[in-house]
């Protein structure tokens, strides 16, 4: 199963597309960010730029599923807005593919990766690390953090799928 883990941002957009072996081990397919700089480009470039690089990887690997951290509030209105902006063009690219969305708050993609709610950013960023056989943590943070969501989704999806089954 290919899933993509997205965290939506204007100015940095991270992606990681993992895929489950049989045997059950993860592997990479692609991971990487889509930067947009606000120099000489208004808002609606910025988007037209993730909405086209999102599409471009997703044609590219067809994931199965997407996982989306759930948005939650910042105390920066025009930074949630522009969270919401970008968050916005990935449900619309995930939308036209027909691609199944799931949604994790930061608490449940903390506890799926260390089992422990109140991880911080740099104990989930070496799970993620260590959990993809990686010699280092992914950069930008919005990359390991997209990787982070999509690993949180296959465990999740696991447990219901062992659920449904019991």
């Known amino acids: 199963m290919v899933i993509i883990g997205i965290d939506p941002g204007i100015a940095i957009t991270g992606y990681g597309i993992i895929s489950q072996e049989q045997n059950g081990n993860i592997d990479i397919v692609e991971y990487g960010a889509i930067v947009t700089s606000p120099l000489n480009k208004q808002e609606s470039e910025r988007l037209?730029?993730?909405y086209r690089k999102l599409k471009e990887r997703i044609s590219l690997h067809r994931?199965?599923?997407a996982a989306v951290?759930?948005?939650f509030f910042q105390k920066n209105a025009r930074t949630?807005?522009?969270v919401g902006q970008a968050r916005g063009v990935a449900l619309l690219v995930l939308a036209e593919f027909e691609i199944p969305l799931y949604e994790y708050t930061p608490l449940e993609i903390k506890q799926a990766l260390t089992g422990y709610?109140?991880?911080d950013k740099r104990q989930i960023q070496e799970m993620v690390r260590l959990r993809l056989g990686l010699k280092e943590i992914p950069q930008p943070d919005d990359v390991a953090d997209?990787?982070?969501i999509a690993i949180c989704h296959l465990q999740s999806y696991r447990l219901r799928d062992y659920e449904?089954?019991?």
């Open 164 to 166: 449904a089954q019991s």
């Open 63 to 65: 994931p199965r599923a």
């Open 80 to 82: 949630a807005m522009a």
């Open 146 to 148: 997209a990787l982070a």
């Open 69 to 71: 951290e759930k948005l």
């Open 48 to 50: 037209l730029l993730i």
């Open 117 to 119: 709610g109140g991880a």
